[in-house]
């Protein structure tokens, strides 16, 4: 069994910054892929930020240059550093990580979410 939980969320004004963060643990064989998805109330959840096991990024375009996505592989943990916040950044956001359980096992898993509210 593999367990995702994320931490860091909360209300902070626009222009402030949250670090999120997502611990992975459990059965876990090798974490290729984690990221961040957001999904705010009456939406779909869209990806955010993502970043291979050898550290390649990608981000979705409205949060490049402000959004820092950083893994390290020997905690199993993925962080999301977010500046220069925007109400529109409200929402909840998950942690991702597809993973093998085994050398030949392959699976995605989710955490339970954090609420980031960007608000004065």
């Known amino acids: 069994q593999v367990q995702l939980v994320e931490s860091g969320g909360g209300l902070v004004q626009p222009g402030g910054s949250l670090r999120l963060s997502c611990a992975a643990s459990?059965?876990?064989?090798?974490?290729?892929?984690m990221g961040w998805y957001r999904q705010a109330p009456g939406k779909q959840r869209d990806l955010v930020a993502a970043?291979?096991?050898?550290?390649?990024?990608h981000y979705a375009d409205p949060v490049k240059g402000r959004f820092t996505i950083s893994r390290d592989n020997a905690k199993n943990t993925v962080y999301q550093q977010m500046n220069s916040l925007k109400p529109e950044n409200t929402a909840d956001y998950y942690c991702?990580?597809?993973?093998?359980?085994?050398?030949?096992?392959?699976?995605?898993?989710w955490g339970q979410g954090t609420q980031v509210t960007i608000a004065s």
């Open positions: 459990g059965s876990i064989f090798r974490i290729n892929v």
């Open positions: 970043i291979t096991r050898g550290y390649f990024t």
């Open positions: 991702n990580a597809n993973l093998n359980t085994t050398a030949r096992t392959t699976t995605d898993h």
